[in-house]
Nanobody, 124 residues
Framework: QVQLVESGGGLVQAGGSLRLSCVAS????????MGWFRQAQGNEREFVAA???????RYSDSVKGRFTISRNNALRTVYLQMNSLEPEDTAVYYC??????????????????WGLGTQVTVSS
């Protein structure tokens, strides 16, 4: 049973923007951190950004200054605004939930719920 549903992926030219959304089902706890991870073909899944319920955020160095994570607790939704996209950002982007209560963790092992992913492709 899918408890996190991502949307907003697609094909964009380098320098363009995309906004990803992730909606959590009512069965998915959203009191803790929510985050975004990505996995490029042939690579391991890596951290992108995370946010706590109180809007503490953390970003990977590779996206800092270009991506912005936000959440709407009433809508059980987390967003990832991606600007100045680069071909290196091409990957499947996964939403995660059920993370720590007070820390926007970058560790995959600290998230209990995952979406199926949405493809982001950036052409040069």
């Amino acid at each position: 049973q899918v408890q996190l549903v991502e949307s907003g992926g697609g094909l964009v030219q380098a320098g363009g923007s995309l906004r990803l959304s992730c909606v959590a089902s009512t069965r998915t706890p959203t009191s803790g951190a929510m985050g975004w991870f990505r996995q490029a073909q042939g690579n391991e899944r890596e951290f992108v950004a995370a946010i706590t319920r109180n809007d503490f955020t953390r970003y990977s160095d590779s996206v800092k200054g270009r991506f912005t994570i936000s959440r709407n607790n009433a809508l059980r939704t987390v967003y990832l605004q991606m600007n100045s996209l680069e071909p290196e950002d091409t990957a499947v982007y996964y939403c995660a939930a059920g993370g720590p209560l007070v820390v926007p963790s970058s560790r995959r092992s600290e998230y209990n719920y995952w979406g199926l992913g949405t493809q982001v492709t950036v052409s040069s």
